[in-house]
T-cell receptor
Framework: AQSVSQHNHHVILSEAASLELGCNYSYGGTVNLFWYVQYPGQHLQLLLKYFSGDPLVKGIKGFEAEFIKSKFSFNLRKPSVQWSDTAEYFCAVNAMNRDDKIIFGKGTRLHILP | DAGVTQSPTHLIKTRGQQVTLRCSPISGHKSVSWYQQVLGQGPQFIFQYYEKEERGRGNFPDRFSARQFPNYSSELNVNALLLGDSALYLC???????????FGEGSWLTVV
């Protein structure tokens, strides 16, 4: 069965600090990988996705993620965070070319201090 | 273009009651999925429908059911509500096949 593990449940950083959120998945086949963000009071939004090709994926708002197949990892990074990045971040996986069932991690709550 | 729309946005029900949540997908999307997000957890897959047929079902009891209409909108029904059903229910739509999936803002259900 597929599963997603996010390493940090709650992260607190100061503005301008660098961010890395860890994500590992468990699945034997080919997958699509996603990071979603949920700002306070808002709906889930797609930050970035990996389907194939370059394992370094760039998303919106300066976020990027690197897919390392050998480590089953898809870590999210941002060189310099802003107060407006305060949100909950979800790593997710979907078995490629199958249905739309997405398996989400439990989320990482990110709090940026001004 | 409108995104995925869900109704109602908030509702309160009593244990044992039944609830129906509604979802309209993005225009052109034929696949609709439902997720449950309990506070402090990631969303969990409940159902997927495509062309009015169930394509996938998560690990939820039979009290949960859904259907998709000819216009691709969908309803999620939950019978015999339990306190533990209190959650944000998310609807998502896509073109079928692992392409980008778009989420609605959700329906907050509180069971008292």
């Amino acid at each position: 069965a597929q599963s997603v593990s996010q390493h940090n449940h709650h992260v607190i950083l100061s503005e301008a600090a660098s961010l890395e959120l860890g994500c590992n998945y468990s699945y034997g086949g080919t997958v699509n990988l996603f990071w979603y963000v949920q700002y306070p009071g808002q709906h889930l939004q797609l930050l970035l996705k990996y389907f194939s090709g370059d394992p370094l994926v760039k998303g919106i708002k300066g976020f990027e993620a690197e897919f390392i197949k050998s480590k089953f990892s898809f870590n999210l990074r941002k060189p310099s965070v802003q107060w407006s990045d305060t949100a909950e971040y979800f790593c997710a996986v979907n078995a490629m070319n199958r249905d739309d069932k997405i398996i989400f991690g439990k989320g990482t709550r990110l709090h940026i201090l001004p | 273009d409108a995104g995925v729309t869900q109704s109602p946005t908030h509702l309160i029900k009593t244990r044992g009651q039944q609830v129906t949540l509604r979802c309209s997908p993005i225009s052109g999307h034929k696949s609709v999925s439902w997720y449950q997000q309990v506070l402090g957890q990631g969303p969990q897959f409940i159902f997927q429908y495509y062309e009015k047929e169930e394509r996938g079902r998560g690990n939820f009891p039979d009290r949960f059911s859904a259907r998709q209409f000819p216009n691709y909108s969908s309803e999620l029904n939950v019978n015999a509500l339990l306190l533990g059903d209190s959650a944000l229910y998310l609807c998502a739509s896509s073109f079928l096949g692992g392409n980008t999936i778009y989420f609605g803002e959700g329906s907050w259900l509180t069971v008292v």
